[in-house]
């Protein structure tokens, strides 16, 4: 058995890609056999605790009876049908169901296989609205930095100038227009001087400029930095009032994980074009999709190429989407909110302590995501193996130790989680 797991690693290791890893120095990987619930099942019949939720998307944990069996009971009529020149119930009931549970004037969705290909939908969404509009001029871009929109590469493009590699890819990037991300943390009282860069940004440059995208509240893979709502409501102002489109990617912060079920929630603003994945089918097939208003759809379908040019292959794959809307049905069924609350105060309570390590810089915690940032970048090898040594399954990417959980992960299992955390970051760096 032990033989087996070594040639498999073995192979592992020679041939196959992961995320973000060099093929000549491969970071160590662990075999996981199995998962359920809030657990990782690891081949060598270890258990870890789930830190991550699969990079925001299983909130419901793993191996979910309910999920399971929207899966089995779709897989039994059809796992997949074009979606060109064909239609199915999977598809229209969660398009009404996401239709139904985000801010009103968003009610034209177009559906798609990933979070990044929900970007470059949206990036061509806005593109192509302006092009009907007789303002094919306004053909770039504004956002911030330290934000992530995805790997692809008008995803990329918008994505932080140093972390997004603008640097190794700066003669194959569309240009766009960056200023500073939000200073202002989520509570901070506010002040107009926290948007003064990106008032300025838009004055200058509106004209040429189709949209402002952005993650909405939380930037996510690009620093893990909670920002105050009242940057989104003074955003929406400037963007009307410039005549730029606002593309929210709620792709990390959607479904609640913030404690509101988007977070353009907390800002009781609507963005003109919405990106949505990640948690959409609770960790179980890759799905996303990209919502707009009546009144860019018209535009776009009203212009020189009559329509919306994308289609993927995989186009509202009905599996995906029947997966999708029991999730949702799932998250619904109860009091999510109160949950999400449970969670922010056992992180709060939890993780706080960090702050008085010398290593550490500072100590966050918004809904249910909690992050501890240090001072230096972590060995990530090293502390990634002491996590799984204590049974807990974290990954931490440069000075950043986060932890975004199942929903489902009850208290006792969330103590355990922070105390681990909080004693292996003691013994960091010092
Ligand atoms: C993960 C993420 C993406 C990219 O989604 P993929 O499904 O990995 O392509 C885009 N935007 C944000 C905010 C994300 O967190």
Same mark, same amino acid.
């Given at each position: 058995?032990?033989? *087996?797991?070594?040639?498999?690693?073995?192979?592992?290791?020679? &041939?196959?890609?992961?995320?973000?890893?060099?093929?000549?120095?491969?970071?160590?990987?662990?075999?996981?056999?199995?998962?359920?619930?809030?657990?990782?099942?690891?081949?060598?019949?270890?258990?870890?605790?789930?830190?991550?939720?699969?990079?925001?998307?299983?909130?419901?944990?793993?191996?979910?009876?309910?999920?399971? *069996?929207?899966?089995?009971?779709?897989?039994?009529?059809?796992?997949?049908?074009?979606?060109?020149?064909?239609?199915?119930?999977?598809?229209?009931?969660?398009?009404?169901?996401?239709?139904?549970?985000?801010?009103?004037?968003?009610?034209?969705?177009?559906?798609?296989?990933?979070?990044?290909?929900?970007?470059?939908?949206?990036?061509?969404?806005?593109? !192509?609205?302006? $092009?009907?509009?007789?303002?094919? =001029?306004?053909?770039?871009?504004?956002?911030?930095?330290?934000?992530?929109?995805?790997?692809?590469?008008?995803?990329?493009?918008?994505?932080?100038?140093?972390?997004?590699?603008?640097?190794?890819?700066?003669?194959?990037?569309?240009?766009?227009?960056?200023?500073?991300?939000?200073?202002?943390?989520?509570?901070?009282?506010?002040?107009?001087?926290?948007?003064? *860069?990106?008032?300025?940004?838009?004055?200058?440059? $509106?004209?040429?400029?189709?949209?402002?995208?952005?993650?909405?509240?939380?930037?996510?893979?690009?620093?893990?930095?909670?920002?105050?709502?009242?940057?989104?409501?003074?955003?929406?102002?400037?963007?009307? =009032?410039? #005549?730029?489109?606002?593309?929210?990617? =709620?792709?990390?912060?959607?479904?609640?994980?913030?404690?509101?079920?988007?977070?353009?929630? &907390? *800002?009781?603003?609507?963005?003109?074009?919405?990106?949505?994945?990640?948690?959409?089918?609770?960790?179980?097939?890759?799905?996303?999709?990209?919502?707009?208003?009546?009144?860019?759809?018209?535009?776009?379908?009203?212009? =020189?190429?009559?329509?919306?040019?994308?289609?993927?292959?995989?186009?509202?794959?009905?599996?995906?989407?029947?997966?999708?809307?029991?999730?949702?049905?799932?998250?619904?069924?109860?009091?999510? !909110?109160? #949950?999400?609350?449970?969670?922010?105060?056992?992180?709060?309570?939890?993780?706080?302590?960090?702050?008085?390590?010398? !290593?550490?810089?500072?100590?966050?915690?918004?809904?249910?995501?909690?992050?501890?940032?240090?001072?230096?970048?972590?060995?990530?090898?090293?502390?990634?193996?002491?996590?799984?040594?204590?049974?807990?399954?974290?990954?931490?990417?440069?000075?950043?130790?986060?932890?975004?959980?199942?929903?489902?992960?009850?208290?006792?299992?969330?103590?355990?989680?922070?105390?681990?955390?909080?004693?292996?970051?003691?013994?960091?760096?010092?």
């Amino acid at each position: 058995m032990k033989k *087996a797991i070594q040639s498999s690693l073995d192979f592992d290791r020679e &041939h196959i890609w992961h995320p973000y890893t060099s093929m000549t120095r491969p970071l160590k990987t662990y075999p996981v056999a199995s998962a359920c619930g809030v657990y990782l099942n690891l081949a060598d019949g270890r258990k870890l605790i789930d830190g991550m939720s699969s990079w925001w998307a299983a909130i419901h944990g793993y191996n979910h009876p309910l999920l399971n *069996a929207a899966a089995k009971d779709q897989i039994d009529k059809m796992a997949h049908v074009m979606f060109g020149g064909i239609t199915h119930e999977p598809a229209i009931a969660l398009s009404r169901k996401l239709i139904d549970i985000t801010p009103a004037p968003l009610d034209r969705i177009f559906l798609c296989d990933s979070g990044s290909v929900s970007v470059e939908v949206a990036i061509k969404m806005a593109f !192509q609205y302006w $092009h009907s509009k007789n303002h094919p =001029e306004k053909n770039t871009l504004m956002t911030v930095k330290s934000g992530y929109h995805g790997d692809t590469f008008f995803a990329m493009s918008v994505c932080d100038p140093v972390t997004g590699m603008h640097h190794m890819f700066n003669d194959i990037l569309p240009k766009h227009h960056f200023c500073e991300a939000p200073a202002c943390r989520f509570d901070d009282l506010w002040d107009d001087r926290h948007i003064a *860069a990106m008032k300025t940004l838009i004055q200058k440059h $509106h004209t040429s400029c189709a949209a402002v995208i952005l993650e909405p509240v939380v930037q996510g893979a690009g620093g893990m930095r909670f920002y105050s709502p009242v940057y989104l409501k003074k955003l929406r102002q400037l963007c009307d =009032e410039y #005549n730029l489109l606002l593309i929210l990617d =709620e792709i990390a912060t959607g479904f609640g994980r913030t404690g509101e079920l988007f977070g353009c929630n &907390h *800002a009781n603003i609507s963005p003109d074009i919405m990106c949505v994945g990640k948690a959409l089918t609770g960790g179980y097939l890759t799905l996303a999709a990209t919502l707009t208003t009546e009144k860019i759809s018209t535009a776009i379908s009203s212009g =020189e190429s009559g329509a919306l040019m994308h289609g993927p292959t995989y186009m509202g794959n009905p599996l995906a989407c029947s997966i999708a809307l029991a999730n949702l049905n799932l998250l619904f069924s109860c009091d999510w !909110q109160a #949950n999400i609350k449970r969670i922010e105060s056992k992180l709060i309570a939890g993780l706080e302590p960090c702050r008085t390590f010398k !290593q550490v810089k500072d100590v966050r915690v918004l809904g249910a995501i909690g992050v501890v940032e240090m001072k230096d970048p972590v060995d990530m090898e090293r502390i990634q193996q002491q996590f799984v040594d204590q049974g807990i399954w974290i990954r931490p990417f440069g000075r950043l130790i986060y932890t975004m959980p199942p929903y489902i992960i009850e208290d006792a299992e969330l103590d355990t989680l922070t105390r681990k955390m909080t004693q292996i970051i003691s013994k960091t760096g010092s």
